[in-house]
């Protein structure tokens, strides 16, 4: 800027006399006609809306010469070089000047703290689709148009169009480089919704809990804003899940405690789902649930954020007393219809589970009234968080799964009483056809059927008695003609010889071919990178499993983990040994005839146990050679490592048959 302008900016209340030369010097070139730089303009027509996003809510006392030297790039501003700067740097107007003066006092007392309003907004280091403020970006954009067959981002193909709304679409498309399934959410980049949904997507890739369906690519491309997450082809919503009627208690009980534990996990690691419903809770085929669109959801939709932590937790809260309520009473707790189920009545709104549907476990009733409403019935205290919702769950009795019903056997035909009689007071079937006795003559009848009774068992005694001596003499007759001269002795059936099978049975090494990851919780392995290392003949190299803050549990969200020994064709297997790095319990797994195409691919339950072991290096005996090509080593109980995780290491397998 000119000299003249800064002098007058900086000048202090000691110099008035100066001050007032500086002004009169001033306006004397200005009247002189001395014009300002080429391109400048007078700041005092300047428009507050153009101003940058940290001059926003400025008092207008703030001297512009004071931002003369601010560069576009530390406003977090993307724009050319020139852009929005001439207005900025322009000198001072004769009026502005004298202006300042006058105000040079009022100037030099304490600021007054700016308006929240006013205060500078945080920046995205890597800004996505616009750093400035996106409440100048349009509110309505057309999805983009795609087909099935296009290609995003050179590698992931679409193939079908799962859902459709006027600001995004939804498809399941194939990782070219991977080969695998996987589902992308297509967005206009220029959205005003684009950023966000960016941001979400960004924080839930970086929440690593496996719990959740994973965000594995969130990226700007041009015109183009998509998000890549994990496909699950054989899992099904809780929405699919109630359509044929509401969830016995056992089933109820594991889906609300296993997202409740995951809701809880992410709010403490600082992140909310916003909009968690019966769509976004996915249960595989081994009975785990999954919670999918954790924050992006919210964001694709445009939801408000909520008001602070607290907020956020309410209403995940709220959302999973929603799922529970559902899962019971096969209602949707609100007065519309929603997800195929049927909304409530205005004289239900407020009314527990139990209320609205006969036979429903009480515990579970008072839990989802307590998460659900703000003044649940019986005057019981509100659940606000999950994490309040994770320890009400875990002070109830655990609710056991029912025991399989036994099928139906038909009934033994009926013997005639008269043969041979099984009980000492046998009753004798009436015959239809025979009329009853008079009242007379039944007491002779009885005495006359006792009678018999007597005559049968006392027949029937030495029948059985003349049985047992013959036998016994037939067999006694029988061990002496075996024992007679000539004639060597049997060998004893306790004899210490071997038999036949022992002795003819040698251990033959059987050298596997592979080795796999076998993950039910998910498609992806676990240090696929070291899985050779079980199998290459030297125990000091080994493949670890991923490190886990718990231990595994039964019945918990994650059981064990398993390594799948391919033995490249069917074997005689008879025996098994492991070599663990430290003290590992692990179980040997066969696969039954529905696991033996793609065992890597099948549920636990499709795996029988011949035994389960616990040390650092571990033999299964089979009770008899087993042919099989595949072996599962199924991990259930893990060493804690160095850095306080859970990892398992098997340094070694060898099959012998």
């Known amino acids: 800027m000119a000299d003249g302008t800064k002098a007058v900016v900086d000048t202090s209340a000691a110099d008035a006399a100066a001050d007032e030369a500086a002004l009169a010097a001033a306006i004397d070139e200005l009247t002189a006609g001395k014009a300002a730089p080429a391109g400048a303009a007078d700041t005092s027509s300047k428009d507050p809306s153009e101003d940058a996003p940290e001059d926003r809510g400025a008092a207008p006392d703030t001297p512009v010469a004071a931002d003369a030297g601010t560069d576009a790039s530390d406003a977090g501003q993307d724009t050319p070089h020139g852009e929005e700067t001439s207005e900025i740097t322009a000198p001072l107007s004769a009026h502005e000047i004298a202006a300042e003066l006058a105000a040079g006092t009022a100037r030099r007392k304490p600021a007054a703290p700016e308006p929240a309003a006013a205060k500078r907004r945080p920046t995205d280091p890597q800004p996505t689709v616009d750093p400035r403020d996106t409440a100048t970006l349009p509110r309505t954009l057309p999805a983009p148009l795609r087909h099935s067959g296009d290609m995003i981002g050179h590698r992931y193909r679409l193939e079908e169009c799962i859902s459709q709304t006027e600001t995004f679409s939804s498809w399941r498309a194939v990782d070219e480089k991977l080969r695998r399934a996987v589902g992308v959410h297509l967005m206009a980049s220029g959205h005003q919704r684009a950023r966000k949904v960016l941001a979400a997507a960004k924080s839930a890739a970086l929440l690593g809990d496996p719990r959740f369906v994973q965000v594995l690519d969130a990226v700007q491309e041009g015109e183009l804003v998509y998000v890549v997450r994990e496909w699950l082809p054989h899992a099904s919503d809780l929405a699919k899940l109630l359509a044929d009627g509401p969830m016995e208690p056992h089933e109820a009980y594991q889906m609300v405690r296993q997202v409740t534990d995951a809701v809880a996990a992410a709010h403490r690691r600082g992140q909310a789902h916003l909009r968690l419903t019966p769509r976004c809770v996915l249960r595989t085929d081994s009975g785990q649930y999954r919670i999918n669109g954790i924050a992006v959801d919210a964001a694709l939709r445009g939801l408000p954020d909520e008001d602070g932590t607290d907020g956020s937790e309410r209403t995940d809260t709220r959302a999973i007393g929603a799922l529970l309520f559902a899962a019971l009473t096969h209602r949707w707790p609100y007065p519309e219809d929603r997800y195929d189920l049927q ?31 703000d003044h649940p019935p019986h005057h019981a205290e509100p659940i606000t968080t999950p994490e309040e919702l994770t320890r009400a769950i875990a002070q109830m009795p655990r609710i056991r799964q029912p025991e399989p ?53 006392k027949a029937t005694a030495w029948t059985v008695a003349l049985g047992a001596i013959g036998v016994a003499s037939w067999q006694f007759v029988d061990n002496l003609r075996n024992t007679g001269p000539g004639t060597p002795p049997r060998a004893s059936a306790t004899s210490d010889a071997p038999t036949p099978q022992a002795s003819t049975h040698n251990p033959t090494p059987i050298a596997p071919k592979a080795a796999l990851s076998y993950n039910p919780k998910g498609d992806s392995a676990e240090s696929a990178w070291a899985l050779p290392k079980a199998i290459d003949g030297d125990p000091s190299t080994s493949w670890p499993t991923f490190g886990y803050d718990d231990q595994f549990v039964p019945g918990g969200y994650k059981e064990g983990t398993g390594l799948l020994i391919d033995l490249g064709s069917p074997h005689a297997v008879s025996s098994v040994n492991v070599q663990f790095v430290g003290t590992t319990t692990a179980e040997l797994r066969i696969p039954n005839g529905q696991a033996a195409d793609n065992p890597q691919k099948a549920p636990l339950t499709s795996f029988t146990t011949v035994g389960k072991k616990s040390g650092s290096s571990v033999d299964f005996a089979l009770n008899a050679p087993t042919n099989t090509r595949f072996l599962l080593i199924w991990l259930t109980s893990l060493p804690k490592d160095t850095d306080g995780k859970f990892r398992g290491q098997v340094a070694e397998v060898k099959v012998s048959g």
């Open 405 to 457: 019903e036994l099928p139906a056997f038909p009934a033994p035909p009926r013997h005639n009483t008269h043969a041979l009689p099984t009980a000492p007071n046998p009753t004798r079937v009436a015959d239809p056809a025979v009329a009853p006795l008079p009242a007379s003559s039944r007491p002779t009848s009885n005495r006359r059927t006792r009678r018999r009774l007597r005559r049968v068992v």
């Open 343 to 373: 909304g409530l009545p205005k004289g239900l709104q407020n009314a527990a589970p139990d209320q609205v549907r006969a036979g429903v476990h009480k515990g579970l009733s008072e839990l989802a009234a307590r998460a659900l409403f």
